[in-house]
C-alpha cells in the first residue's frame, strides 16, 4: 500500500507486472474516467474533472532472486490542473485495483 502523501503532481514507481498485465488492469483501475491509450507505445492519459493523468511506462529488466523471475515496469505518473483531493481519491482507487492478491 503507498502512503497518500506520495500522491503528489507527479511521481515514479517501479511496478511488479508485464505491460501486458498492466494494460489489461488500466481500464479497470481508471474506474469509468476517460482513458486513452497513446500518443505513443507506453503512453496513456486519464481524463480526472477539468484536468488529466499522463502515464508513461518503459519494461526494465526482469528482478530476479534466486531462480524466480519477476517482471517490472518503470510508470511515470504526472497529473496536470488536478487538485490534491481529487488526486488523492483517484489514486487510492487506482492502487486498490493495481494490487496484486496475496497472503
Not at 498492466?22 to 505513443?40: I, M
Not at 482507487?93 to 496484486?100: G, I, K, P, Y
Request: proline share 6%; aromatic share 10%.
Amino acid at each position: 500500500m503507498f502512503d497518500t502523501a506520495s500522491y503528489g503532481e507527479s511521481f515514479e514507481r517501479d511496478t511488479g507486472c508485464t505491460e501486458a498485465e498492466w494494460l489489461g488492469w488500466l481500464p479497470g483501475a481508471c474506474g469509468g474516467h476517460g482513458l486513452s491509450l497513446g500518443p505513443g507505445p507506453g503512453q496513456a492519459q486519464v481524463r480526472l474533472g477539468a484536468g488529466v493523468l499522463h502515464l508513461r511506462w518503459q519494461v526494465l529488466a526482469p528482478r530476479q532472486i534466486a531462480l524466480v523471475r519477476l517482471p517490472r515496469l518503470w510508470v511515470v505518473y504526472r497529473f496536470e490542473g488536478v487538485e490534491a483531493p481529487e488526486r488523492i481519491a483517484f489514486m487510492k482507487r487506482f492502487d486498490l485495483h493495481m494490487q496484486r492478491g496475496g497472503g
